[in-house]
Structure formats: C-alpha cells, structure tokens
C-alpha cells in the first residue's frame, strides 16, 4: 500500500505537467506550416500594396534588431527603469505599424487588433495583473483565429515591460528577468507575422 502513494503522486505530477504543457501552447497559438498556408489573407495586387507590406517588413526587421538590443541591455550596468521603457515605447511604434499592414492583409483581425492598441491608453493606470489577463489572455479581446495572437503580441509584450518599469523604477533581478521573458516571447513570434502578413 506504501508504494501506491508515491506511485499516485507520480501519475498525478505527470497529468499536472501534461495540462500545463497544453495550456501554455494553446495560450502561445502556434501554428503548424499547414495551419499558416491555411490562412485566409488580402490579396496583394496593387504597388501601393506592395509598397505597404515592403515598409512592414524593415519595420519588422527594426523591431526584432530593437527587441534584441533590450534584452541585451539589460545586462548593461547603467540601464534604467526609464531607458528600457523607452527603448519598449520603441517597440509598441514600430508594432503599430506592424499591426496597421496586419490589419489590411489579416482583415479577420482587424477588429481584435484594434481593441488591443486600446492598451495603450492605459498604460499609466492598469496593473499588470489586468494587463495579463486582459490582453495576453485576451479577457478583453472579442474572440479572434489563431493567427490574430501574434501580431498582436509584438504591442502587448513591450506594453508590459512598460508596466513592469513603471512599477519598479529600481529595475530590481526579478523585474529584469520578467522583462527578458516577455522580450524574449515576443522574439518567438516574429517569424510567425513575418509569414503571416508579409508574406
């Protein structure tokens, strides 16, 4: 009988880690190169068109230069609370441009990607438990496929490394590997948007 216990707790750690496993691939929304060819996207015709994606696409290149420039700042000694808050501002620019073209050639999006940039506006005030379960677990967000989560991402990310700096102006260890873990998500996702919008 005694060696059931251990046995149990085993099989119920196991169950435990496999739910845990699930959750967080369901919550990152990946997407297998079938789900990707299956998406529905705008036609690109027109040169303005063209044109569009062709500036999102440096702008996207810029992001994910910025976005790795952060984390390695971070380690830098004379970093701030406020420089890598600013260096983040950067990255919600250049991910408003991203999510504009996004907008056009995912138009399945455009309505969930338009309330998420209602984030911004409250940057100041939410707390980041709010941020969390609002807008990374979309408690605020209508209902939206898959591939509206990514792009969405490269806003939310560097939004919450506004508010992690906002309340902690002493960039403390923990508020810096919070902030390496977003930055370093939303790295994850670029390939992905890049696939999904330029493309």
């Known amino acids: ?29 990946t997407m297998s190169e079938k789900d990707i060819s299956n998406v529905k996207k705008a036609d690109v015709v027109s040169e303005d068109d063209k044109k569009r994606l062709s500036i999102a696409a440096g702008l996207l290149a810029n992001y ?8 390695g700042d971070l380690d830098v000694e004379t970093s701030t609370s406020e420089s890598i808050s600013n ?12 999510i504009s073209s996004a907008q056009f050639r995912l138009p399945q999006c455009k309505e969930y990607l338009e309330k998420s940039l209602v984030l911004k506006k409250q940057l100041q005030k939410i707390s980041h438990e ?8 979309d408690g605020a967000l209508p ?3 898959t591939e509206c989560y990514h792009t969405k991402d490269l ?18 260890e923990k508020t ?16 992905l948007v890049r696939q999904l919008v330029i493309y």
Do not use: W
Not at 64 to 71: S, T
Not at 130 to 137: A, F, I, Q, W
Not at 176 to 191: W, Y
């Open 1 to 29: 009988m005694k060696t059931m216990k251990p046995f149990f707790l085993v099989c119920v750690s196991l169950i435990i880690s496999a739910m845990t496993h699930y959750q967080l691939a369901m919550a990152s929304g």
């Open 64 to 71: 994910e230069i910025a976005a790795k420039k952060l984390i």
């Open 87 to 98: 260096q983040a501002k950067e990255l919600i620019s250049l991910s408003e441009e991203v």
């Open 130 to 137: 709010n941020l969390e379960k609002d807008y990374h677990h």
């Open 143 to 145: 209902k939206a496929p």
């Open 155 to 172: 806003f939310v990310h560097p939004a919450t490394v506004i508010v992690l700096t906002r309340d902690d102006t002493t960039l403390n």
């Open 176 to 191: 810096k590997s919070s902030i390496n873990s977003e930055i370093t998500e939303v790295l994850a996702h670029i390939e």
